[in-house]
């Protein structure tokens, strides 16, 4: 079945950029998320890329997807107090016809930013 | 335009008691999942529902557990006889299409069983 990957914690300092990895085994994934999960809340969809994609920037974020090497990661540029939280990486395929929104998610990744 | 409507945000109920969590789909979507957060790990799916269908319902235990989403009104997800294992956060989400790249989280239901 589908495995998605994510290392525990991450701790950076306010300023510094952070780079959340990520690796997955389905080769027919489609898209690939990430979310943002803080305190006692919901998930916040932070971005997506398609699998034909290497590369998406959308202000402060960039994510980057080998798809040789199956491994997506998380760019947060000048990573801000704001920005400590669970962040989730998830993949949909249309293996066997199931439907995108049936996402696979890694274990999240705790940011911790330090003043 | 709201998002993801899910209630109640928490709920507590006894051991053997009746769990019942409803999700409003944000407008426009006729898709809708469900996943279950256990304390300290990622989301697991449990079921993907169209109006007044069960589509996938591969990651539901097989049984106190059922799910709906009639033509009218909001999905339900429905825990019959709760335990103590079922204190977790279930989150609905909803997309327009199956074949949509835009899947949206409520903020969740969190149940605890005493």
């Known amino acids: 079945g589908e495995d998605v990957e994510q290392s525990l914690f991450l701790s950076v300092r306010e300023g510094d950029s952070s780079v959340i990895n990520c690796t997955y085994t389905?080769?027919?994934?489609?898209?690939l998320y990430w979310y943002k999960q803080e305190p006692g809340a919901g998930l916040q969809l932070l971005t997506y890329?398609?699998?034909?994609?290497d590369m998406k920037q959308d202000q402060r974020l960039t994510v980057l997807l080998n798809k040789k090497d199956k491994h997506l990661s998380l760019r947060i540029a000048d990573t801000q107090t704001g920005d400590s939280a669970i962040y989730f990486c998830?993949?949909?395929?249309?293996?066997?016809?199931?439907?995108?929104?049936?996402?696979?998610f890694g274990q999240g990744t705790i940011l911790t930013v330090h003043p | 335009n709201a998002g993801v409507m899910q209630n109640p945000r928490h709920l507590v109920r006894r051991r053997g008691q009746e769990a019942r969590l409803r999700c409003s789909p944000m407008?426009?979507?006729?898709?809708v999942y469900w996943y279950r957060q256990l304390p300290e790990e990622g989301l697991k799916f449990m079921v993907y529902?169209?109006?007044?269908?069960?589509?996938?319902e591969s990651g539901m235990p097989k049984e106190r557990f059922s799910a709906e989403f009639p033509k009218e009104g909001p999905s339900i997800l429905r825990i019959q006889q709760v335990v103590r294992g079922d204190s977790a956060a279930y989150f609905c989400?909803?997309?327009?299409?199956?074949?949509?790249?835009?899947?949206?989280f409520g903020e969740g239901s969190w149940l605890t069983v005493v």
């Open positions: 989400a909803s997309s327009p299409a199956s074949s949509g790249n835009t899947i949206y």
């Open positions: 389905d080769s027919s994934s489609t898209y």
């Open positions: 890329i398609f699998s034909n994609m």
């Open positions: 998830a993949e949909s395929s249309n293996a066997g016809g199931t439907s995108y929104g049936k996402l696979t």
């Open positions: 407008k426009g979507h006729s898709h």
């Open positions: 529902l169209q109006k007044e269908n069960i589509i996938d």
